[in-house]
């Protein structure tokens, strides 16, 4: 048995009372900020979170035993959660970034056989341990901006044996490292160059035979689709996500990110864990969004990085709709580990306070991902994953934008990183 204890927080965000369903409207606006807070982890769990006076009464002999952390002058909370990342990956495509710099689209991009289809390319051509090296390099960056949980997409293979290594890469992360990952089967990504001309064969071989491939490996609880002109229609993406809800995989979608393509409509409708991007989202979709409570991931790196206008973060929480956020890390429209830097975005860019965008970025996204229960805030039973930010107050997270704040990370109650040396 091990104690850590974490004191004289100048600010602890508990971020309470949303371990069942996700904050949604004025609630994501409040923190459950504890002033001079403590916290007391014992193994991987936390055990109580209150004011440092408080706890010290009542565990005294706890305390005695524990390592200790002064936060003081500091603020503690939840370890940030990412809902949606492309982690596993070959390659990088700086190249088409420079194209973009002076024009190309994005889209036009990959209609010519790069975007989506370079990385395919490259992560095809890579072994498992190429692909390993790689994202392992990437969880290890996450750390260090404060994330505890990553979600990983497999897609860049779109045929199953690359499909299934780039899944396998995953979980062999998630027993060597510290970070917890949950995984997603994303074999519909694009068409895939080979089935330009037949692209319904194509989603017929992901619906009869890589979901199902999928659901017998256990290799992902989540099946998601790129729903978009040019990739999948709507029809072709219900599909996609009935086959997968058949087989026991929850639907996720990538949803009306370049332009209003019923994406959101379509994930209300069958009934997704959450709906994601959402740029050009309708007013409807987003209404039958927060009437089915799924879960809005922003990705607000991608519109910074295509260059385009974010998408509307204060509407979709005055819909109603409980927002979370998210990296979208991959090589060609987000190639950001920066959890830290989507909180300033959201409320630099998308009208969202900072209050609102720490809740998106801890319990909500957690929701995003099924974990709502586990992580997202501190509260006793939960995972003993916290954050130690070097800053006085949490508004001062999004103030001084750009900047990472992250002190030390405790990852299933032990520390993982930290600045000052309390790992040594
Ligand atoms: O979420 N929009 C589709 N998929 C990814 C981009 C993947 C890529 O460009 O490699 C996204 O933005
Ligand atoms: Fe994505």
């Not at 990296?327 to 830097?341: I, K, L, R």
């Amino acid at each position: 048995m091990s104690y850590l204890y974490i004191k004289n927080a100048n600010e602890l965000l508990t971020i309470k009372g949303f371990s069942n369903s996700p904050a949604t409207k004025k609630q994501m606006n409040s923190l459950s900020v504890i002033q001079n807070g403590a916290i007391l982890i014992k193994d991987d769990e936390i055990l109580a979170v209150d004011e440092t006076t408080k706890l010290e009464e009542a565990y005294a002999a706890e305390i005695a035993k524990a390592k200790v952390i002064d936060a003081k002058g500091k603020v503690v909370a939840p370890g940030l959660v990412d809902p949606h990342t492309h982690l596993v990956f070959a390659g990088s495509r700086e190249n088409e970034y420079n194209m973009r710099l002076q024009g190309a689209s994005y889209m036009k991009i990959m209609e010519e056989g790069g975007g989506i289809h370079a990385t395919t390319r490259a992560t095809r051509k890579a072994s498992f341990e190429v692909m390993y090296k790689q994202s392992l390099r990437r969880l290890n960056q996450f750390v260090e901006h404060g994330v505890t949980t990553v979600e990983a997409k497999s897609g860049y293979g779109m045929d199953w044996d690359v499909e299934k290594r780039q899944l396998e890469v995953a979980h062999q992360l998630n027993q060597d490292h510290p970070l917890d990952i949950v995984h997603t089967f994303m074999g519909a990504h694009v068409i895939p160059q080979e089935y330009k001309e037949k692209p319904d064969e194509f989603v017929d071989l992901v619906c009869h035979e890589m979901i199902p491939k999928v659901a017998d490996s256990g290799l992902a609880e989540f099946n998601d689709v790129f729903c978009e002109r040019g990739v999948y229609t709507p029809e072709q993406s219900r599909k996609i996500l009935e086959a997968g809800k058949a087989h026991g995989l929850l639907p996720k979608i990538h949803a009306d990110e370049i332009e209003p393509y019923e994406g959101a409509e379509l994930a209300a409708e069958v009934g997704a864990v959450s709906a994601d991007h959402l740029l050009r989202v309708s007013d409807r979709g987003l209404d039958m969004m927060a009437e089915k409570g799924v879960v809005a991931v922003l990705l607000p790196g991608t519109a910074f990085f295509l260059m385009t206008d974010a998408a509307d973060g204060r509407k979709a929480i005055d819909a109603g709709v409980p927002v979370a956020l998210s990296t979208d890390c991959n090589p060609g429209s987000s190639p950001s580990v920066s959890m830290p830097f989507m909180i300033n975005l959201a409320s630099l860019k998308m009208g969202m306070t900072p209050a609102e965008s720490i809740t998106a970025a801890t319990i909500n996204a957690a929701h995003a991902i099924k974990r709502g229960d586990k992580v997202g805030s501190l509260e006793s039973g939960k995972k003993a994953d916290v954050v130690i930010w070097d800053i006085p107050n949490y508004m001062q997270f999004t103030y001084h934008y750009g900047v990472n704040h992250t002190e030390t990370v405790v990852k299933n109650g032990k520390v993982i990183f930290s600045k000052s040396g309390h790992n040594e």
